[in-house]
């Protein structure tokens, strides 16, 4: 195993004789106040727009950020784990004005965990939609079948205000897909027949997965996405959005992974 980090976030994963479980855009922007494009972005404190501020940068501030390296360590099980964290200061409170304290533990080893947690330092609730925004590398997104929603309800911006029924089948990408399914717990399989593999997304504190893949139109439009990239990645995100946003209520900590 190989993993590369920026004191923002996860940028590759290598298990060892295979491709990176992980896409990170030869076109990303890689200085601070700008989204990498790939790897595992943290969307927080909310995700998308936000409408109360719709000055603020889309899904949040975190993604941007430097975060401070707190420590790195080799366990016993030969994995290595970082702790990143981020802390209200003179760069958030202008976006959103709440203190509170979060942290980022990777753990990379014969399986890859992010787990990232959030504790509310003001004195009154916040609420906060977030995500782990992870761009899943796969050999060509039109052999890819994404399995654990079936029958889960979902929003679809790009068709539609209104909630969509789950659908009965696995999930197949051929055109742009941008949907939040909502209430749902699941681990979702990314099953890739051009890689030979099957990426097992397990997680908890978290109901809804965003599931996200530009397709050729919209990609040509982000400068930050190479020419092809979009048939090597799905995004696969562990999140709480729409209905499903956090309230945390003072000196409450809440729990992602
Ligand atoms: O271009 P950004 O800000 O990184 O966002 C990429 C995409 O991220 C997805 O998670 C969203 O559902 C999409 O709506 C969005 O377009």
Not at 182 to 208: E, F, Y
Request: charged content about 20%.
């Amino acid at each position: 195993m190989q993993g590369f980090f920026v004191r923002r976030q996860v940028l590759s994963y290598i298990p060892k004789g295979q491709e990176d479980l992980l896409l990170v855009s030869t076109s990303s922007a890689m200085e601070e106040g700008k989204a990498i494009r790939g790897g595992i972005p943290v969307c927080f404190p909310w995700f998308g727009s936000n409408k109360e501020n719709p000055d603020g940068p889309k899904h949040g501030f975190a993604r941007l950020l430097n975060w401070e390296l707190k420590s790195t360590e080799q366990l016993l099980t030969g994995a290595t784990r970082l702790v990143l964290a981020l802390n209200d200061s003179v760069l958030t409170r202008p976006w959103w004005d709440h203190r509170f304290a979060s942290e980022l533990v990777i753990e990379a080893g014969e399986e890859l965990s992010v787990k990232w947690q959030v504790k509310n330092l003001s004195d009154v609730p916040v609420t906060i939609t977030n995500a782990l925004h992870s761009y899943f590398r796969v050999g060509d997104i039109s052999q890819v079948r994404i399995e654990g929603l079936t029958g889960v309800p979902y929003m679809e911006e790009i068709r539609s205000d209104e909630a969509f029924a789950g659908d009965d089948q696995s999930i197949v990408i051929q055109r742009e897909v941008d949907r939040s399914y909502t209430d749902t717990t699941a681990t979702c399989l990314i099953v890739d027949a051009a890689l030979d593999r099957t990426i097992v997304v397990k997680k908890s504190g978290s109901q809804s997965t965003v599931v996200w893949n530009p397709w050729a139109d919209l990609a040509r439009q982000m400068v930050d996405l190479g020419d092809g990239d979009y048939q090597h990645f799905v995004c696969v995100e562990t999140a709480n959005v729409w209905h499903n946003a956090l309230v945390i209520e003072p000196q409450s900590v809440h729990v992602m992974q």
